[in-house]
């Protein structure tokens, strides 16, 4: 009896387009920003001589570290298909209150809870509003953008509250060790703790599948709704925190405060590699965008070009680094069709 042999299929392996993990991380949009911030570290560095100054260096991280920090929170809301533009109104919410209440004679301690508090309030509302309610959060926060700092300006009008403890200044005027100041400590802090919290937990992955598809969130038993209302408290929150810092490091509060800072944080996001549709995005990407603007800001303030330049370019920023992934994606789209 004979019996016929039958050659084995030869397995098909299809590729990765990327090839090796090596080359998917040189192509990984961190380490082309990454390149960018050494090349501005270098630029800088040879265009004034008082960059390279330890000092110089550890105040340039003052540009970046509150922004930075709402930042993280930021990117999460903005990665889960969300987004909050009344942080800054949030930060002069909380630093009035503040302000208020050192004229009543409270301390640090109390100062610092009442700015958190003010905070969290604030992220509970617009929370409630978009998670409870389900209202579009970029016409919520819009609307709670004017309300906060409106209230700033019925309190303080065109005065500004001062007189803050002597003790309350090392927030934002302190340093933990030579040139690191104790915002700089607690940005990489922050950074460390919001990493962990988007990359290596079940709260993480949840936020990644709500800004992707949040209906099949829903059908896999994801409380989407829970999910986004602690994403305003964290924003609100951190938004808190930076009013400590910011209202510190300046030793008085003015209903201006921070004006303008909301258009600064998403640029941080979206230039970190955070997709503006959501669903995509890194922690790390966030970080080195900090220092991207951080050293660009500082870079152009030691060469004395104005303000209003800085805002053009950061507007220009954020309209390049949205429009950049559309482009290439319909370039990419008609070259395979």
């Known amino acids: 009896m004979s019996t016929t042999h039958i050659e084995p299929r030869e397995k098909r392996v299809i590729p990765d387009r990327l090839g090796t993990p090596l080359r998917r991380v040189l192509a990984s949009w961190e380490v082309l920003l990454f390149g960018v911030a050494v090349l501005i570290f270098i630029a800088n560095s040879l265009a004034s001589p008082y960059f390279l100054d330890a000092w110089n260096l550890s105040d340039a991280t003052f540009n970046f570290t509150e922004k930075a920090m709402i930042a993280f929170a930021m990117a999460l809301l903005i990665i889960a298909g969300e987004i909050d533009l009344s942080v800054a109104a949030i930060i002069a919410l909380a630093s009035t209150a503040m302000g208020y209440a050192?004229?009543?004679g409270v301390?640090?301690?109390g100062l610092v809870a009442i700015g958190i508090?003010?905070?969290l309030a604030c992220g509970a509302f617009n929370g409630f509003l978009v998670a409870v309610l389900r209202l579009p959060s970029i016409v919520v926060t819009i609307g709670t953008m004017s309300l906060f700092r409106g209230i700033s300006y019925i309190v303080l009008g065109d005065q500004a509250f001062g007189k803050y403890p002597a003790d309350f200044a090392y927030f934002g005027q302190g340093y933990v060790f030579w040139v690191f100041s104790f915002e700089f400590v607690l940005f990489l802090g922050m950074a460390l703790v919001f990493g962990i919290l988007l990359h290596r937990t079940n709260f993480g992955r949840h936020v990644y599948v709500i800004g992707n598809n949040p209906l099949a969130a829903r059908f896999s038993g994801i409380p989407v709704e829970r999910v986004k209302f602690i994403l305003f408290l964290l924003t609100?929150?951190?938004?808190?925190?930076?009013?400590?810092c910011l209202t510190s490091r300046?030793?008085?509060?003015r209903p201006s405060i921070a004006q303008g800072w909301e258009l600064e944080v998403v640029t941080m996001v979206v230039l970190g590699g955070v997709s503006i549709l959501g669903g995509a995005g890194t922690i790390a990407g966030v970080v080195i965008a900090a220092f991207v603007m951080g050293l660009v800001t500082f870079g152009l303030g030691l060469l004395n070009v104005p303000g209003i330049v800085m805002s053009i370019f950061i507007g220009l920023l954020l309209i390049i680094t949205i429009a950049l992934p559309i482009v290439a994606r319909r370039i990419k789209n008609?070259?395979?069709?």
């Open 102 to 104: 050192v004229q009543m």
């Open 117 to 119: 508090t003010t905070g």
């Open 250 to 253: 300046l030793g008085s509060t």
């Open 107 to 109: 301390g640090t301690p």
């Open 236 to 244: 609100g929150l951190m938004s808190g925190i930076a009013a400590v």
């Open 334 to 337: 008609a070259r395979n069709a």
